[in-house]
């Protein structure tokens, strides 16, 4: 039975959609089955994968209202190499409507139990928000993957995610871990990054990702043309720095599970 991870950092602009796309790219490429879902009711990782926001019948917003089954969401564009569940704005209003609705933080670990079994990974892009969405994608996971951007308000924003983990995993999920934070968008020739990054190590040791992510425009341009980058681009720095951190996913997953 395949694990969830939620991609989550509330700062906006990290790398969060961009990290999941090809971080599902690159281990479909690995020959996982992956499922993909956009859970941000901006839609970036929808339309990053091709598919047009505006031409969705049943999305994710309709799985966490329970007016859907997610097998009857996910889409399998034609040579992407994953599944992906879609999300347009209708998502927004589940914020509010799900207030009024009982065990609403566990609407989405509900919704998967019966999807999880065909896949081997499913990756959730979360909003840039410590909303009641980001807390269905932290109780419906296993791991979390935080991505951040080296610079000077890196850290500021960290705690207070770090303490929402905490709170979800005493009161409704003792299972969820940080499986690592992943450096994005990483000039080395910044010295302020390089601090940041000494920082990041110096206070979560292991827990950092040894992989990096670069700045690279090819990772930038890949998403107007709808298409992860090992598509767009399958030599570029993007496509191996992403090729690198799904091995090395795959090998904290695998230690793990051991
Ligand atoms: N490694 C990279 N190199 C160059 N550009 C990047 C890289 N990673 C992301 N970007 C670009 O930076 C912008 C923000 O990235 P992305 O959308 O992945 O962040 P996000 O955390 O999902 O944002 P939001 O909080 O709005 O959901 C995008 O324009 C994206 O194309
Ligand atoms: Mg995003």
């Not at 410590?130 to 994608?137: E, G, I, K, P, Y």
């Not at 960290?158 to 009161?171: A, D, F, M």
């Not at 690279?216 to 298409?227: C, F, K, Q, T």
Request: proline share 4%; net charge neutral.
């Amino acid at each position: 039975m395949g694990n969830i991870f939620a991609v989550t950092n509330q700062k906006g602009g990290v790398g969060k959609t961009t990290t999941t796309v090809n971080l599902a790219a690159s281990l479909a490429e690995y020959g996982k089955k992956v499922l993909m879902i956009d859970l941000d009711p901006q839609g970036n990782a929808t339309t990053g994968c091709g598919l047009d926001k505006n031409d969705i019948n049943n999305s994710s917003y309709e799985v966490i209202m329970a007016e859907a089954r997610a097998a009857d969401t996910i889409l399998s564009p034609e040579g992407l190499g994953f599944d992906v569940m879609p999300t347009n704005s209708d998502l927004t209003a589940a914020e509010v409507e799900l207030l009024e609705i009982k065990l609403r933080e566990h609407r989405l670990r509900i919704a998967l139990e019966s999807t999880r079994e065909k896949y081997d990974y499913i990756l959730i892009d979360c909003p840039p928000s410590l909303s009641m969405l980001t807390v269905n994608a932290l109780v419906a996971s296993q791991g979390i993957l935080i991505p951040i951007q080296c610079e000077y308000y890196a850290l500021e924003g960290l705690s207070s995610l770090l303490r929402t983990i905490e709170r979800v995993k005493q009161r409704a999920n003792p299972q969820l871990d940080i499986t690592g934070l992943l450096r994005t968008m990483f000039d080395a020739r910044n010295n302020l990054a390089n601090q940041v990054s000494r920082q990041l190590i110096n206070h979560f040791r292991d827990k950092v990702f040894h992989s990096i992510i670069p700045r690279n425009v090819r990772l930038a341009e890949a998403p107007s043309h709808g298409m992860p980058v090992l598509a767009y681009d399958r030599g570029s720095r993007g496509s191996i720095a992403y090729m690198a951190l799904a091995s090395e996913f795959m090998r904290r997953e695998k230690k793990a599970n051991s």
